[in-house]
Each structure stands twice: as C-alpha cells, then as structure tokens.
C-alpha cells in the first residue's frame, strides 16, 4: 500500500528533490497510477522521484498541518473554501506551466466551467486558477426511493420537513453544506424577485441568515432519523431511509447498489437552487519539491488518468477533454446539455446526469465560500440544531444503522467512502 510509504522515508534525511509528499482525501485516486506517475517523470525528465502518499478525510485537519508549516507537502488537495482561505492567507504557491517538451495537460483540459467557477473565489485579488487545478467536482441533492417518494416532493428542499416521511430522512452532517441550501430555500422569493442573488447568499454570514435557516431546522429536526457522514447511502439502499439530502457521489453509488436489489432510487437537484462544490490540488508555500509537484498536477490532468481515477472513485473529474466526455458516454441515459462543461458541440450528450447535470439544472447552482472568522457562527448554530434532537427513536435508528452498514460493506466489493467531511 501506498499509504504506508511515509513510514519508510523522513525528509530530514532524504534528497527532497527525490521525493515528492503528496496529501490526498482517502480514496481519492487509482492508487495504480502512483508507480505510472514515477516511471513517466523519469521519462520526461530524466530525474528520479518517489511518491510519498498519505490522505487525510477532514479539510480542516489537512489545513491545519499546513498552516503551521509543520508539514513540508508538496501538493495537496483542499476543497474550494479552503482553497479561498489558503489564498487569502498566502499559503499557496503559483502552479508554473513549464513543462519543458512535454505536454500541458492542465490549460487544454480542464472545463471552462471550473475555471469559471475558480476565477469566483474570494482570493485577496488572486486568480485562483493561477494558483490550484480542478481534480473533481460534484452537486448536492436529494436522493430518494421513488416507490415512496414523488418527484414533485423531492423537487424541492421542502422534502426534508415532510412529515409523510418522518423518520425516514437522513442529512449530511455537514453545517456548510446543509445551510447553502437552505439559505436558498429561504430566501426564495428574495431570489425570485431580485432582491438578492445566490451567488450573494453563499458570501453573507450575517446573524438574519443564519437565524433563518436555524428556524427552518426547527421543524426538520424532529423528522430527522440520523445524521451521517458516510452512512446515509447504505439506509437508502437497504429502503431503511426514502430521503437523503446528500452528494451525488453518494448518490451514484447508492443508485447503482440499489439497481441490483431492485430498488429504485433516484437524484433530484430541488428547484429553488443547489451548490456545486470543488477539490482541487494547490502547491503549498512550504513545499520543498515544487517541480516534481506541477508534474504531479500534470500527469492527472491527463485524460486516460483522469477516466481511471473518475472509474475508481466514483466522482467527476474537473476534465474537459472529448476523450473523458466519450469515456462515460451512455446511449442507456437521456441527452443531456452539456455545452457549459465540454463545449458547444457538446450540447445533447447520453450521459448520467447525476455525474454531469444538464446545463437547465446547472444555471441554478451557485458555489460555497469561505466564512473566515464567521464560520464559528456556522459550528454554533449546527451544535443548537443537533443538540437536543436525540430520542428513544434516534437511538433505534443508530442501531438499525450500524447493522445495515456491515451488511451493506459486505455485499459490495466496489464501495466508496465519503470525503467530503467539511465545516
């Protein structure tokens, strides 16, 4: 395992120039592509390095190693808020382009959507594209058994306050991620009549905000069967749980477990709007090996890497190349309009829409960012929310859970854990 590698060597003794110390989510790669990548920068340039890999689950824990340049990482790969934070507080390195006679992946591949949406981050002035690369992106959604739970009801974030499916609801545990959406709730009508745009929404911590959606909490909470990191997909699956406000990572994988048990679950991106999010890998400013680092960021940007590591994980790759688009083509699914990501030819495609949503459904999406000091309000208001939600119910429910899990685990070879743990 790759993963162990970083016992077997210490910087303070080694040639950096030798090594490159990279820092990932857990199941986060094709771990086969590790050895290909050493072998191909010898090619390229003539000079011998060895990958030392190690992954983290929690954005904040990455940073935090970071921040105290503690750790000498050569690349790592944060979330798009903390790619903001990392910017604004000049943690970051810019990703040089020269690559010498070999190719550049990174300019020609990666979407103009993604660059488009890194070009919004609050980075003190900095073009964040000059400073990350896009890895993998995704939506958050409802995902929900269709034999109890309409379209029309999961076409909204209302669904997670229905009191016909009380007890049957699973949320991420994810104070960021459940407040972008219900903030957009909320303020519907704000939204609907101009008075504020989604975009604005992601960027005010303001007291009103946060009050809003904690009130909105208040009816959800008591229908509410478990909050989960990782779990809720494994409920869904088992028809345990007809309601998951979740990821479509999650979903994808749910959907398909599902699929061969007979049960029919399906995502939904509500109407009033959702958050796309973002990963993407940056040279932090105490890296000691930033070449072997930009051809690392490179050689993933690559496209028949990029289709491995998507097939392997179970996310969407920030790539725009045909060759990816051609790759995940499925005359099984609808057309869908996928212009924004992968050019204009490429606006009735057959693909999974849970993996790359229509541009209709897309033009209603906005992106997180970061709180800086304020995101302790966030923490606070999730605390009050979750805080006095336990019950008899709640703790039959965790029960049920854990032994669902283990079962779950075992009937599947091919599962993948969540990663996108966020405050």
């Known amino acids: ?25 857990s199941d986060y790669i094709d771990e086969s592509v590790i050895p290909e990548f050493e072998q191909w920068y010898q090619e390229q340039t003539g000079e011998s390095v060895k990958v030392i890999y190690q992954t983290f689950d929690i954005n904040e824990t990455m940073l935090s190693k970071i921040e105290k340049g503690h750790e000498d990482f050569d690349v790592v790969c944060p979330s798009d808020y903390i790619i903001e934070r990392m910017l604004k507080e000049d943690m970051l390195l810019p990703i040089d382009r020269d690559f010498g006679e070999t190719p550049n992946y ?26 990350s690369v896009g890895y993998m992106w995704g939506t958050t959604g409802i995902l929900y058994n269709a034999a109890h739970v309409s379209d029309e009801d999961a076409n909204t974030w209302d669904v997670i306050r229905n009191h016909n499916y009380a007890g049957r609801i699973f949320i991420k545990d994810s104070a960021r991620d459940v407040y972008s959406q219900l903030i957009l709730k909320t303020k519907e009508e704000d939204l609907a009549e101009g008075r504020v745009t989604a975009d604005e929404l992601m960027e005010y911590s303001g007291d009103e905000n946060i009050a809003l959606v904690e009130k909105y909490m208040s009816d959800v909470k008591t229908l509410v069967a478990g909050w989960e990191a990782d779990f809720g997909k494994d ?22 477990e599902a699929d061969s048990l007979g049960v029919e679950l399906k995502f939904a991106l509500p ?7 973002f990963d993407g890998w ?38 725009g190349a045909a060759e990816v688009m051609e790759a995940f083509e499925d005359e099984e699914y609808p ?36 709180w800086g000091a304020d995101t302790e309000k966030l923490i606070q208001m999730w ?20 032994v669902a899990l283990i079962v779950g685990m075992v009937m599947s070879k091919k599962k993948k854990t969540s990663h996108r743990k966020r405050k």
């Not at 409920?235 to 398909?256: F, H, P």
């Not at 109407?271 to 999010?277: A, D, I, L, P, S």
């Not at 680092?293 to 050689?299: E, L, P």
């Open 1 to 25: 395992m790759f993963l162990a590698a970083a016992a077997l060597f210490c910087s303070c003794s080694q040639d950096r120039t030798s090594l490159l110390k990279v820092y990932n989510w």
């Open 383 to 402: 605390g009050r929310i979750k805080g006095d939600n336990a019950s008899p119910m709640t703790a039959v429910v965790i029960g049920v859970c854990l």
């Open 235 to 256: 409920q869904m699956v088992q028809e345990i749980g007809w309601v998951n406000l979740t990821w479509s990572g999650d979903a994808v994988w749910a959907i398909e």
């Open 335 to 370: 057309a869908v309009d996928l212009s924004y990501f992968f050019g204009e030819e490429a606006d009735s495609v057959h693909i999974n829409p849970v993996l790359y949503p229509d541009k209709a459904d897309i033009d209603r999406s906005t992106v997180e960012h970061d």
């Open 282 to 319: 940056v040279i932090p400013k105490y890296a000691q090996n930033t070449k072997a680092a930009k051809y690392w960021i490179n050689f993933l940007n690559r496209p028949d890497i990029v289709t491995r590591n998507s097939d392997a994980t179970g996310y969407v790759a920030c790539s």
């Open 271 to 277: 109407q009033e709007g959702f958050t796309v999010w």
């Open 106 to 131: 990174i300019d020609g591949n990666v979407s103009p959507f993604v660059k488009k949406n890194f070009e919004a981050f609050h980075t003190g002035g900095k073009n964040a594209n000059d400073y």
